[in-house]
């Protein structure tokens, strides 16, 4: 396994452009968001801010790491309800998995991060209904940071 410690977001600190591209019946459709991303608590973790203008809606992401048990838990709230998010749980490896459910029925859900360099990384949602087998991706995001 690889080392993690609390700076392994570090990266993410900052302002950034993001290209949205998300799931829609059987198409996809894309949005603009802004992002601005800030350290917690002498650095054990993040909060971002998210605002997708066209839709008036908006959100963050608190990432935590827990040097304990040397995981990071991200959860995400949305200005549409306010309500926070069960936590998905990764590694150093930006991998993240955990559990919710859509319509009543439960999901396994996975982040993967793909950071390409100090100013530009991807970010991919999927939801699985087979415990992992499958996986369907649904929502995905480019960032760039903003010079």
């Given at each position: 396994m690889l080392a993690m410690a609390q700076d392994d977001f570090?990266?993410?600190?900052?302002s950034w452009t993001v290209r949205n591209r998300k799931r829609a019946g059987e198409g996809w459709t894309e949005f603009p968001a802004t992002c601005t991303v800030r350290a917690l608590i002498g650095g054990i973790g993040f909060i971002d801010?998210?605002?997708f203008p066209e839709t008036?809606?908006?959100?963050?992401?608190?990432?935590?790491y827990d040097s304990e048990r040397d995981l990071w838990a991200h959860y995400w709230v949305s200005t549409r309800n306010g309500v926070l998010q069960p936590a998905?749980?990764?590694?150093?490896?930006?991998?993240?998995?955990?559990?919710d459910e859509l319509d009543g029925k439960p999901m396994r859900v996975r982040y993967l991060w793909d950071v390409r360099s100090h100013d530009d990384f991807g970010w991919e949602q999927a939801f699985s209904f087979d415990d992992g087998?499958?996986?369907?991706?649904?929502w995905v995001?480019?960032?760039s940071r903003v010079s």
């Open positions: 570090d990266f993410f600190h900052g801010e998210m605002s008036g809606t908006g959100g963050s992401t608190i990432g935590l998905v749980y990764g590694s150093a490896a930006k991998e993240f998995y955990g559990d087998n499958t996986w369907e991706v649904d995001m480019d960032f």
